[in-house]
């Protein structure tokens, strides 16, 4: 799946740069072509005037070079800026005058104005003598005259301008598709890693409905047995298999909820929360009371500071429910006679909150992982600490909800959850 999403992103990409590169360079192609034909039409123009204005200020033609005298021409050379020549011609398209810069015999300008009159244009191209020409025509009194001026410069110009565009593009569709590879593995791995993670939540919370259904289903058969062969159980023994059905469902009822609050958090599913202006510090000194005779019965440490007066803006209840999660979390795996401690402090914009706890460290392995969803640390961890691995996510959604940030850190024997939040303007 993931294999053929990657070669239609890949496609789509080299699709794209393709059509971008095509659209430049026609845009780059015909803006020169543009600007190429104005300027020899301007030639065209110029020596067109020229020999009108020669004309006009004499009552005679300018000396004529006629085809029947040795008329002096210049030397053809490729480096000139512009190589040109004029005929006229009389009513009956004889030529009778020749104003050349080029050495070329009466054929090839006989040639000259029947490519152009075969065009039907008054202005345009002909191919002579291996060399593109630009031509008008003008109408005189007695004949026309032909203006002819050499383009081959200019389309020499778009033609590198098409070869140089074909090596680009080859060169740059080469490193495009390393490039669209790269961008295309590096879009591709947040689907997989969700897709990965979708599929390992199916699995986790299939595995952690089908022990609680599986004892219910026991317990019931058991049940049920017993009075089907009319041995019906003592009362006694009645309510101890009622109690493992009523503690199974218990456990499901709170993961379904868990599950469900998971999942509004995440949708910010929150209207009906208003958030408020609240002291931090007052709400978790509440919290902390409970905890206390917590720590007593397990025979813990219990020491924390706070600091009054820690204004942050949010859902009461819910950064409320993450310092209890966190809480509870250490009491879960604080081993006897070890130490908790909390503390609470503002440093200039932001609050900090801190739950540390002593014990074994957790592999540096599996720090990236503790908040995802049904993650344990012990995979081989029993029933008895009642959790379903879900607290850490719900305390970091929540956290992240409230623009807030949460990490851990486990060393030398003591992890800490550390939770940062804007402090609330007063």
Known sequence: MFKKLKQKLLIMNLVIIS????????????????????SIQEDLYRIERFHLISQVGT??????????????????NESRHTLSFVLQTDSENQIQEIHSEISFNSDLYRQAINLAQNNDNDNGKIFLQDRHWSYIIRSLPDGNMFVFVDSTPHYDILQKLIYIFI????????????????????????????????????????????????????????LLSNHKNKAPLSYT????????????VERM????????????????????????IFDLSHEIEKTMLGFEVAAYERHLVLDYIITPLCHVSGVKEHLTQVIFILM??????????????????????????TVSNTGPDIPAADLPYIFDRFYRVDRSRNRDADSHGLGLSIAKAIIENHNGRIVCHSTSNMTTFTIRLNRAKM
Do not use: C
């Open 328 to 353: 509870d979390n250490a009491l879960k795996y604080t081993p006897s006679n070890g130490s908790i401690y909390l503390n609470v402090d503002h440093i200039g914009h932001h609050i900090t909150v």
């Open 59 to 76: 009552n005679n033609r300018p000396a004529a070079k006629r085809l029947d005298f040795a008329a002096p021409t210049l030397p053809y």
């Open 19 to 38: 059509v971008l590169m095509l659209l430049s360079f026609t845009t780059i192609y015909f803006v020169t072509y543009r600007s190429i034909f104005s």
């Open 237 to 248: 023994e009645d309510i101890k298999w009622l109690t493992y059905i009523k503690s199974e």
């Open 167 to 222: 090596v680009v593009s080859l060169f740059v569709f080469l490193i495009s598709i390393f490039i669209s590879n790269y961008l295309t593995n590096t879009s591709i791995e947040p689907i997989k890693s969700a897709f990965s993670k979708q599929k390992q939540f199916i699995s986790d919370a299939s595995h952690e409905l089908k022990t609680p259904l599986a004892v219910i289903q026991t317990n019931v058969d058991v």
């Open 253 to 276: 009822t709170q993961l379904t909820k868990d599950l469900l609050y998971l999942t509004q958090i995440d949708s910010k599913e929150t209207a009906p929360n208003i958030m408020t």
